[in-house]
């Protein structure tokens, strides 16, 4: 198991801009494909984003444009920067493997957008 750790949602004036970072903790993290998902409440959980081993990312059409994955591998986090912020974005943000296969899943971020 990867235990993996969100932070940085927060309300945001739709618009507006977050960035998420997800800590890992793993020694071989760089082997990873690594995965921003998000669940807006009464509906499933979502990708938004993943980003694989070589860097490679790949995006939902509906933040295609507006959201960025990246990673550091020396840190062992994953990051998501959210611009151009609305209101059908507000969801709890996790981060996870990418696949996930039975890894667990975190808390979880909680990012609010509305004026």
């Known amino acids: 198991q990867v235990k993996l750790v969100e932070s940085g949602g927060g309300l945001v004036q739709p618009g507006g801009s977050l960035r998420l970072s997800c800590s890992a903790s793993?020694?071989?993290?760089?082997?990873?494909?690594l995965g921003w998902y998000r669940q807006a409440p009464g509906k499933q959980r979502e990708m938004v984003a993943r980003i694989l081993s070589g860097g490679n990312t790949l995006y939902e059409d509906f933040v295609k444009g507006r959201f960025t994955i990246s990673r550091d591998d020396d840190e062992k986090k994953v990051y998501l920067q959210m611009n151009n912020l609305q209101p059908e974005d507000t969801a709890v943000y996790y981060c996870n493997l990418y696949p996930v296969f039975d890894n667990d899943w975190g808390r979880g971020t909680q990012v609010t957008v509305s004026s």
């Open positions: 793993t020694s071989i993290f760089s082997s990873y494909g």
